[in-house]
């Protein structure tokens, strides 16, 4: 079984920053893409940042959005804040279990962050 476990989002005024964090835990073989998305009420889910050998950022958070990376651990640094960032954000894996070994999608259960205007 492979979790991923967000932390970090929460309520900021406009100008502001967040760090969310995801742990991926279980029985991992290895990790590729880790990353970020997000959803706004009534809008799709859309890519914020994914890293594996380079960082790839949505056009709106290049500049003020950092994601880094530790093994099985993925990071979001979210400076500058904007009202239209407000979003249930999920961390994303791309993991090969060792019960299957075949690369699948995983996901956490989101996390939200709302900024203030």
């Known amino acids: 079984q492979v979790q991923l476990v967000e932390s970090g989002g929460g309520l900021v005024q406009a100008g502001g920053s967040l760090r969310l964090s995801c742990a991926a835990s279980?029985?991992?073989?290895?990790?590729?893409?880790m990353g970020w998305y997000r959803q706004a009420p009534g809008k799709q889910r859309e890519l914020v940042a994914t890293?594996?050998?380079a960082p790839n950022y949505l056009d709106s958070v290049k500049g003020r959005f950092t994601i880094s990376r530790d093994k099985n651990m993925v990071y979001l640094q979210m400076n500058s804040l904007k009202p239209e960032d407000t979003a249930v954000y999920y961390c994303y894996a791309r993991i090969t279990a060792r019960t299957t070994w075949s690369p699948d999608d995983y996901w956490g259960q989101g996390t939200q962050v709302t900024v203030s205007s």
């Open positions: 279980g029985n991992i073989l290895s990790a590729t893409t």
């Open positions: 890293i594996f050998s």
